[in-house]
């Protein structure tokens, strides 16, 4: 349902057209229109880019979860597959993350992002441990017994 300007686009559009082109514009179409009018193929072009280009870089994992999919919107023929999907957000993922993963033969995309964060909550669970003892190691040097 189109409001304000939408609206007002869909009607004049509508009235250059048969009632038999209208009746028989095909979903594809029609979202076809949509796009071009109000998301233009330049800027579409650069989200796609934007995709393609993501990487979890200092991004926790669930943001960079939450990044693939948002982008992901913008270019669905190069992930039209689970497995092309898995691969991609693999690609992304911060090397030594990439490099456990990539050992693995996932079934899923799902799959394959359980295993993703099971791994990410282990390192940092390590790396507060490790930060913890090193604290208590440093509160004791120079300290006499």
Do not use: C
Request: net charge positive; aromatic share 12%.
């Amino acid at each position: 349902m189109f409001i304000n300007d939408a609206s007002h686009w869909w009607d004049s559009m509508s009235q250059t057209r048969t009632t038999e082109q209208q009746l028989a514009i095909t979903w594809e179409q029609f979202k076809e229109e949509v796009m071009d009018k109000y998301f233009r193929q330049s800027l579409r072009d650069f989200k796609e880019n934007e995709f393609l280009q993501l990487k979890q870089g200092n991004m926790s994992l669930t943001d960079y979860e939450q990044k693939f999919d948002q982008l992901l919107r913008y270019a669905p023929h190069l992930v039209d597959t689970e497995m092309k999907k898995t691969r991609r957000f693999e690609q992304g993922l911060n090397p030594n993350l990439n490099m456990i993963l990539m050992s693995h033969r996932f079934t899923s995309y799902r799959e394959m992002l359980e295993r993703a964060h099971a791994i990410w909550y282990q390192k940092a669970n390590a790396e507060q441990h490790r930060q913890l003892y090193n604290q208590q190691d440093k509160g004791q040097i120079g300290k006499r017994k």
